[in-house]
C-alpha cells in the first residue's frame, strides 16, 4: 500500500520550534515533487512548501525565512523544520506526492492524514 504518513505535530508556545515528518512507504518519492500544505479551521488548504527535483526548495512567502523543507531519500522521508512559530500557522499540516500545478498553485496526487500543529500565544 502507497501511503504517506506525517508526524510531530504537537502544542507549542509562539516564537517556538516543531519538526514534521512525512514519511512513505510503498513506492521510492526520491524523484518526486514533495509538498507539505495546511489548512487552518474555516479556511482552504494552502501551499507551504515544497522540494522538488535536484533537492531545489520553495516556499509561500508568510513562512520564507522561518520554515525549511527538506528530505532524506534514503529513508523516504521529507520534514518540515518550522521555527518562530506564530498562532497563524496553526492548522492541520499535510504533505504530499507527485505535485501538479492546479491554477496558481499546487496539488499533490497522494496525500497524508494530516498532523495537528497548534500554536498558543
Known amino acids: 500500500q502507497v501511503q504517506l504518513v506525517e508526524s510531530g505535530g504537537g502544542l507549542v508556545q509562539a516564537g517556538g520550534s516543531l519538526r514534521l515528518s512525512c514519511a512513505g512507504s510503498?513506492?521510492?518519492?526520491?524523484?518526486?515533487?514533495m509538498g507539505w500544505f495546511r489548512q487552518a479551521p474555516g479556511k482552504e488548504r494552502e501551499f507551504v512548501g515544497a522540494?522538488?527535483?535536484?533537492?531545489?526548495?520553495s516556499y509561500t512567502d508568510s513562512v520564507k525565512g522561518r520554515f525549511t523543507i527538506s528530505r532524506d531519500n534514503a529513508k523516504n522521508t521529507v520534514y518540515l523544520q518550522m521555527s518562530s512559530l506564530q498562532p497563524e500557522d496553526t492548522a492541520v499540516y499535510y504533505c504530499?506526492?507527485?505535485?501538479?500545478?492546479?491554477?496558481?498553485?499546487?496539488?499533490?496526487?497522494?496525500w497524508g492524514q494530516g498532523t495537528q500543529v497548534t500554536v498558543s500565544s
Open positions: 522540494t522538488w527535483r535536484g533537492f531545489r526548495t
Open positions: 504530499a506526492a507527485d505535485l501538479y500545478p492546479y491554477g496558481s498553485t499546487w496539488r499533490g496526487n497522494l
Open positions: 510503498g513506492r521510492s518519492f526520491s524523484s518526486s515533487a
